[in-house]
């Protein structure tokens, strides 16, 4: 008999820590961990688990949806570009150039954590010099010209310079600060900037500018080139 009450009363104490220990160690437990195999535990009958009353239930529950929703949020979020608002400067740039776009498409995956640099093609269609300091195409399309926020036009050397700096590659471009360097690079860059239709194999800025205007022209009453 006195076996059997100790017995018992150890069955007794014994659930009764169950009880308490099993809540808190659960609540202890890191909210990023709480999978869909947890909730297969916490499921299980309430005669065969102590903690699986209702109102306990849905709070492990919500915690665990919580944490997978903003575990999904931050991953579609992953490698997007930042608010395009928040511009330091405005990049105008030959989207035709095959060449230009291997260092347009470094700038711009650079630019996903930055978010400083605008990018601007001026091959398209739609592009408006009204908008871009009033600088027309054959303008642009004769060398590098890029655009401050307050405005201000800078080309050439300091127009790479100053997008470099804005995603974190100042280094690159720092020693063009000093003279004569900047006008040895500048006077480099203007042999670039005069013979790259041809080392791109693209025709003659006239053929191009011709093709453009009537490209325009049939554009104009049509929204065929904007697809």
């Not at 297969?40 to 849905?58: A, C, D, E, V, Y």
């Not at 035709?96 to 605008?118: A, F, H, Q, W």
């Not at 642009?140 to 100053?162: P, Q, W």
Request: aromatic share 8%.
């Amino acid at each position: 008999m006195a076996m059997r009450v100790a017995a018992a009363y150890a069955a007794s104490a014994f659930g009764s820590i169950a009880t308490v220990k099993k809540p808190s160690l659960l609540f202890s437990l890191p909210h990023h961990n709480l999978s869909p195999k947890f909730h297969n535990i916490i499921n299980l009958p309430s005669h065969s688990n102590p903690i699986t009353k209702p109102g306990f239930q849905w709070h492990i529950r919500a915690i665990s949806e919580a944490a997978m929703e903003a575990a999904s949020s931050k991953k579609e979020g992953e490698g997007q570009s930042p608010n395009n608002k928040d511009w330091k400067i405005k990049m105008l740039y030959d989207g035709d150039c095959p060449l230009c776009m291997r260092e347009v498409d470094m700038l711009r995956e650079r630019n996903k954590s930055y978010g400083t640099i605008k990018f601007v093609d001026i091959s398209s269609v739609d592009y408006s010099p009204e908008e871009n300091q009033n600088l027309d195409y054959e303008t642009v399309m004769g060398r590098i010209h890029a655009i401050l926020s307050d405005g201000t036009v800078v080309k050439d050397v300091e127009a790479f310079r100053r997008l470099y700096e804005q995603v974190g590659l100042g280094w690159v471009y720092a020693i063009t600060k000093y003279e004569p360097i900047g006008t040895i690079a500048d006077s480099i860059y203007g042999v670039w900037a005069k013979y790259r239709l041809q080392i791109t194999g693209r025709p003659p800025i006239e053929e191009i500018l011709e093709a453009r205007k009537k490209k325009g022209e049939v554009c104009k009453d049509s929204s065929a080139c904007k697809m």
